[in-house]
């Protein structure tokens, strides 16, 4: 759950800044054009497709490929690589023509094979990617999760009629298939990746709006415009430079001194003012990412039976988010009623269960009291979360509730940087409680749901960084990626939510808005469904 955490929340030599080769202050230079600068973080895993999870890479990821389709900044899909995608009756196949002419930036082609052997790749358990739940549906993937099984052992569903012409074949039907093919995991891989997996996530070679240039890690990473990109999302600048950041008060400082153009994560001690700042160009709108705390799947006294299930519940309801949205997040935020936003088809406040993330502290202490009687607490419970990220006051907020609500010693503890983070939550050595969150991959409640909390996606193989695993949720998935109509599946994507609401695998906490900050020169700024910048369109 990184991309929320959700959300969420980005040519000449650099340091914290761009100096030399005639760079101005307001980040454009004379020998290069309009170049944006971008707020950011080191991305957490290797800069390749599969392995993108977090927010900060993935949009990284995003200028430098083009995938099947994209979306719109409503969220809607349209074609891009694919000239047709073509569902048969009950959506188990599909057939998917590409368009003519597309080549990665080291001038080799883009076919069908380009996405057939990724998609294999970022399925085959032997190759380690955090993608591959994605590909659960497609025939063959359960081959690919068996023991010992060839890295290069593709998806027998993938069919490669030609270069232009690839048939998928699904193991089960899945109406949300098309949506899906925007996101990361879906991307082409050229001939060279293979070759040496490693390097080439320190060079990548895509076939996006723009190309990479360089990366200085722990400082920068800049694209540069793809002159023979010709799709929809055409870069009306010259390049992207995502500089790294690990304190966002210094990269708020920045904005505010023409230093860096764009900052899509603000320090909580900004929140209360940055809307009258006329330093800045301020923007608060809703959007559809969420913040939750999750468990870890092997924890202290909430482990996935009765006990732990009451100590969730008890957790969530002495937890008191109005007041944390209130004063601490200035209103920048919406206390939430379920597991996914808004703003996306299927979200529902009047589900069954509903109460269990209410604020209620007299029925906390009886179900944590109901607990004990199981097997009394001992310890302390921990609450871990990245130190570079702006959630200190209302992680503190939260330790120091549940120690007046529930009478335990609450320890927490920061990690130095979201890289150390992301890491140890993706080997599963966080200590306790952690701070989680959401961005949609693509507009449906199906990614909300099934990408987190499946089994498919557990173990490793997805964003179910806390394995939850329940048979009648996973049933409930299947029937809403069977179901004939959008209405038909959110009956099914509800009846799971109410099973989560009763489990409390993660802790929903409220639904943030986007909020951002740019130079006040900068043209064009927008955001799309997941509140990232839409960076192809922005000059200045």
């Known amino acids: 759950m990184k991309r929320a955490a959700a959300a969420i929340a980005a040519v000449c030599a650099l340091a914290m800044g761009l100096a030399g080769c005639g760079a101005k202050q307001n980040g ?3 020998e ?12 957490t895993n290797p800069l390749t497709p599969g392995q993108t999870l977090d927010g900060n890479a993935g949009q990284i990821i995003n200028t430098l490929y083009a995938g099947l389709v994209s979306y719109n900044a409503d969220g809607s899909t349209r074609n891009e690589v694919a000239k047709e995608i073509k569902a048969n009756d009950d959506s188990t196949e599909f057939t998917i023509t590409l368009n003519d002419g597309w080549k990665f930036t080291d001038g080799t082609a883009v076919t069908a094979k380009s996405f057939a052997r990724a998609w294999s790749y970022v399925a085959n358990v032997t190759n380690g990617q955090l993608g ?42 899945d109406s949300v298939f098309p949506l899906k093919l925007g996101y ?5 891989l050229p001939d060279s990746f293979y070759k040496d997996p490693k390097s080439y996530a320190e060079h990548p070679v895509g076939n996006g709006p723009y190309k990479f240039e360089s990366w200085t890690h722990g ?32 990269a708020y400082a920045d904005v505010q001194s023409g230093n860096l153009d764009i900052l899509t994560t603000l320090p909580s001690t900004a929140l209360g003012s940055f809307q009258n700042n006329k330093l800045v160009k301020a923007y608060n709108e809703p959007g559809s990412s969420f913040v939750a705390m999750m468990f870890p799947a092997k924890s202290n006294h909430i482990t996935y039976d009765e006990e732990g299930r009451l100590r969730r519940q008890a957790i969530s309801k002495a937890i008191d988010r109005e007041t944390i949205v209130e004063k ?36 906390a202490k009886a179900l944590w009291a109901k607990a004990d009687e199981i097997s009394p607490w001992s310890g302390e419970l921990e609450i871990d979360y990245p130190s570079d990220a702006p959630v200190k006051e209302w992680i503190q907020a939260i330790a120091n509730g549940l120690k007046n609500t529930l009478g335990i010693e609450v320890k927490v503890n920061a990690f130095p940087t979201s890289k150390d983070y992301y890491t140890a939550m993706d080997e599963r050595k966080l200590g306790g409680m952690y701070r989680g969150g959401w961005a949609p991959d693509y507009p449906s409640a199906e990614n909300y749901l099934v990408q987190l909390y499946s089994s498919a996606a557990a173990d490793g193989k997805g964003g179910n960084s806390s394995d939850y695993k329940n048979p009648d949720f996973d049933a409930a998935m299947d029937a809403a990626a069977a179901s004939s109509s959008v209405e038909e599946a959110n009956k099914h994507y509800q009846e799971g939510e109410e099973y989560l609401l009763e489990d409390l695998p993660s802790i929903p906490l409220w ?10 020169n900068l043209k064009n700024v927008a955001f799309d469904f997941q509140s990232n910048p839409v960076l192809y369109d922005i000059t200045k």
């Not at 170049?35 to 973080?41: A, E, L």
């Not at 990361?184 to 082409?188: N, R």
């Not at 600048?237 to 690990?246: A, L, R, S």
């Not at 997040?329 to 269960?353: C, E, M, Q, V």
Request: proline share 6%; no cysteine.
């Open 328 to 363: 601490i997040l200035h209103g920048t935020a919406t206390p939430a009623t379920d597991f996914i936003a808004p703003p996306i088809s299927g979200y529902s406040s009047t589900l069954k269960n509903k109460s269990n993330i209410e604020y209620d502290a007299a029925e």
């Open 511 to 520: 639904y943030t808005n986007t909020v951002a900050v740019s130079t006040p």
């Open 184 to 188: 990361y995991a879906f991307f082409p």
């Open 28 to 30: 454009t230079s004379s």
């Open 219 to 250: 400082t920068s990473l800049k694209v540069v415009k793809n002159p023979d990109y010709e799709g929809p999302r055409k870069a009306k600048n010259d390049g992207i430079t995502f500089k790294m950041y690990t304190d966002t008060n210094g």
């Open 32 to 43: 290069q054009g309009q170049i944006i600068t971008v707020g950011s973080k080191e991305p």
């Open 132 to 173: 591959a739940s994605f590909f659960s549906t497609i025939e063959g993937y359960d081959d690919l999760q068996k023991d010992g099984v060839d890295g290069d052992a593709q998806l027998s569903g993938l069919e490669v009629k030609d270069d232009s012409t690839l048939i998928v074949h699904m193991s089960r039907p």
